[in-house]
């Protein structure tokens, strides 16, 4: 009886962990697709090309990037297509992709 006990505890404990795997691994996928809808103007993994007009997102600090998404989407920045686009993003998303770009290397 304890045998089997520890097998069914086991046994749920790893379906658990791989329910929270699958969880991380379906955000990430999620935020990863997120974040490739800027890719049209800024880049591939955020990387703009060489001496593009559009900045480069990757490496961009996180607060820089979440102030300017805000002014974009508030109208206080203006710009050719921007704050339209900003509009689009809820509060959470402009955060995650904030988070994403910060964490991704310059070059």
Partial sequence: MKLLRATLSAALLA???GTALAQDASKALHL?????TCANCHGTNGRAIEGSAVPGLAGMPAT???EQMKAF???ARQATVMHQLAKGYSEAQIEQLAGYFSA???N
């Fill in 73 to 75: 989407k508030s109208g």
């Fill in 32 to 36: 990863k697709a997120l974040a490739a």
């Fill in 104 to 106: 991704l290397p310059r």
């Fill in 15 to 17: 379906a658990c962990a």
């Fill in 64 to 66: 820089y990037f979440t």
